[in-house]
């Protein structure tokens, strides 16, 4: 225990092999990695717990760029590093399967619609203790529900306190959401659809929840608490 607190900085990975029993840096609390060269993860397919509870990182600079072709289970891989706030946007997970607690309590409001998820199994608490913005939660929901039919059913899978919407990114989060949990029986836990906001400054508005045409800095707000046309009268 003490002696993972004692780990402060990687500047240079050298010839480091990780092998493959997980929990590589499991607990080192005041790591930092500075490293820029490439870590030989030749054989790694476990990345269980990889760098769990490394409460200080904030980024392994150029791992989006690792080869994870061979990695099938990133299950608690940045669980609980709560300064973890790098974009994994471009992390390659197509061969991986298990993403539960992946980024459970971690601080990584980023855009993931692009992860290729047609193998993904288990996604219990992936983003638990997250909030994601509703534009880049909409995003997540469109782009993976897009893969369709390349999707696994039954999975579970925890959006944090994420909230959707039909509009938010200029994606409709809340259909995307119905394609996983009606058409691939998907548990879904987040933080529920968000209602729509009008503003005006006069006169009689009737909008489309979604749209929001000529409602702009006003001095009264109108909540949507459903989908579909209503007015809004300032």
Known sequence: ?????????????????LGNDGSYFYGCSNLTISATDTLDISGTTN???????ATSLTAVP????WDFSSATTMNSMFNLSSSFSQDLSAL??????????????????????????????????????????????????NGWAAQAPSIQSNVVFHGGSAQ?????GGVDGTAARAILT????WTITDGGEADLFL??????ESCTAGSLPNCTGGDKVHT???LGSDSLVC
């Open 199 to 204: 503003t005006c400054s006069g006169g009689v």
């Open 62 to 65: 150029g791992i989006t760029s």
């Open 164 to 168: 959707y919407d039909i509009s938010s």
């Open 47 to 53: 990345w269980t717990e990889a760098f769990r509870e």
């Open 92 to 141: 390659g997970i197509s061969n991986v399967t298990n993403i539960s607690y992946m980024l459970q309590s971690t601080a990584v409001d980023h855009d993931y619609s692009s992860w290729d998820i047609g193998n993904i199994t288990d996604a219990t608490n992936f983003l638990n203790g997250v909030t994601l913005s509703t534009e880049n939660y909409n995003k997540l929901l």
């Open 224 to 226: 949507f608490t459903t």
């Open 182 to 185: 009606d058409t691939y029986n």
């Open 1 to 17: 225990g003490s002696d993972k607190a004692k780990l402060t900085n990687i500047s240079n990975w050298g010839t480091l092999n």
